[in-house]
């Protein structure tokens, strides 16, 4: 099977033995590398070559890593992440550099571990931003997503706490990113996500706000947590309504402030994020239950986007699964899968429990075990009751199957001709007022461009 090309990092270091030890890790890791021992090399390679991050030191032979930072944002071309290795004299330029728009910098002697999971965070946020501007940031084609969308942009820019909603699988996480990409440098910007309810009570204040070396048994160096992480870009905190009250006093504090303090240390740090909070709980009950602070609550509730389940937007069911199944042939290689009338039908009449992530895995598992390139029911249902099978298949009507398939339709047109009325009026060869007939009977909205008559 085809598999994506692994993404490339550039690493500028002339020491021989660093250089080499972070190559293989890397490469084990599942990276490419391109590894220069001078500035003036890596310039040339940065100029011509689409790299995931740079990793670069900051004294190198011929000038400095800054030097070549500041060279290449001269340019017209968006950098990739800079992450700088530095020694302990060099912070404070290495501070500089984050305030002149560098990822992240590590110090010497660092903890490759750390320098692997944020390499990896890094790359993963640009290749998802990159695929969000690719799909023009869709979250979906039903009102209620497009929406939300509408209102993204505004919040990138403007919203320093979000608090998201929803069944879990709806794709919490998914809005969350999308807001992120959608900030000026977002791709180019932290985005570090923890799961609150997945980290032990003993543990969390240091996941989150770090410790110093020696703060307690087993703490061999100091370890930056969550918050300085994210510094400059977005910290999503998942299933923050699982958080101890302990702890919500301590990321109250943190969140008004915006300082933290180290476990085992003293001196205040300050922190410039956004925080974003995804929850599947009603918060509101956790606090008249007493479980979760009404402090708090009203702290990362300045904004609030509540995501509907899926089967309350059954007009994204197909759009998701088209994308899907296109997804895992770009991953996985092989025939392009299309799926049946009767497997459209039993996925829109199904009442996903799991949303978005049910979905998902379902057309995963259907690609996988099925060698047919149509997919059928019993490929995506394989465990599911063949009577239940049968009563989804029976559940709609002819009517209101056509209809479905219609608004699918243009839906798509509309994306295609990037909700250009006039376009997608040509392009399905009918005339604008019966397009906008349409749009108005099926309940389709569109978000057309600046300036076009409607």
């Not at 905190?237 to 969140?255: C, F, N, S, T, Y």
């Not at 937007?313 to 009338?341: C, M, N, P, Y």
Request: proline share 4%; glycine share 8%; aromatic share 8%.
């Amino acid at each position: 099977m085809n598999q994506n090309p692994a993404p490339t990092l550039c690493l500028v270091e002339d020491d021989e033995i660093m250089g080499e030890s972070l190559c293989d890790r890397f490469r084990l890791e599942g990276f490419s590398v391109d590894w220069h021992r001078r500035a003036t090399d890596a310039m040339r390679a940065i100029g011509r070559t689409a790299y995931a991050v740079v990793i670069s030191d900051i004294r190198l032979p011929d000038f400095s890593g800054e030097t070549l930072f500041t060279r290449l944002q001269q340019g017209a071309a968006e950098l990739p992440p800079f992450v700088f290795i530095t020694g302990f004299g060099s912070i404070e330029r290495a501070v500089a550099l984050l305030k002149m728009g560098a990822a992240d910098y590590v110090t010497k002697p660092f903890d490759l571990d750390e320098l692997v999971l944020k390499v990896r965070q890094l790359s993963q946020l640009r290749a998802s931003c990159a695929d969000a501007a690719v799909a023009g940031m869709r979250l979906g084609v039903s009102a209620a997503m497009q929406k939300i969308e509408a209102t993204l942009p505004r919040l990138a820019e403007h919203a320093s706490a979000v608090l998201i909603t929803g069944e879990s699988g709806v794709g919490k996480e998914r809005v969350a990113v999308q807001l992120h990409c959608l900030a000026s440098r977002g791709a180019e910007q932290p985005f570090v996500a923890v799961n609150c309810g997945a980290i032990t009570e003993t543990l969390i204040e240091a996941e989150l706000f770090g410790y110093e070396k020696g703060a307690f048994t087993g703490a061999l160096r100091t370890r930056k947590g969550v918050f300085e992480q994210a510094h400059g870009g977005t910290l999503f905190l998942d299933e923050i309504g699982d958080m101890p009250l302990v702890m919500q006093v301590k990321l109250l504090r943190a969140i008004q402030e915006r300082r933290i303090v180290r476990v085992g240390g003293e001196t205040p740090i300050p922190v410039d994020l956004r925080i974003i909070c995804a929850t599947n709980q009603d918060l509101r009950a956790r606090v008249e239950a007493g479980t979760f602070r009404e402090d708090l609550f009203y702290r990362v509730n300045v904004i609030h986007l509540h995501i509907p389940m899926l089967r309350e937007r059954r007009e994204d069911i197909l759009w998701f699964a088209r994308q899907f199944l296109r997804d895992f042939t770009e991953q996985h290689g092989g025939d392009k899968r299309v799926l049946s009338a009767s497997a459209e039908q039993a996925l829109v009449n199904y009442p996903w429990p799991g949303n978005l992530r049910e979905l998902r895995h379902c057309i995963e598992r259907a690609c996988i075990l099925s060698g047919a390139t149509t997919l059928e029911p019993s490929a995506l249902f394989e465990s599911w009751p063949e009577s239940a099978l049968e009563q989804a298949h029976a559940a709609s009507t002819l009517d209101q199957y056509i209809r479905d398939c219609e608004r699918g339709y243009i839906q798509q047109a509309l994306q295609r001709c990037q909700g250009q009325i006039g376009n997608t009026a040509g392009y399905l060869g009918i005339s604008r007022k019966n397009l906008w007939e349409k749009m108005k009977r099926l309940q389709i909205q569109s978000r057309a461009p600046e300036g076009e008559e409607s």
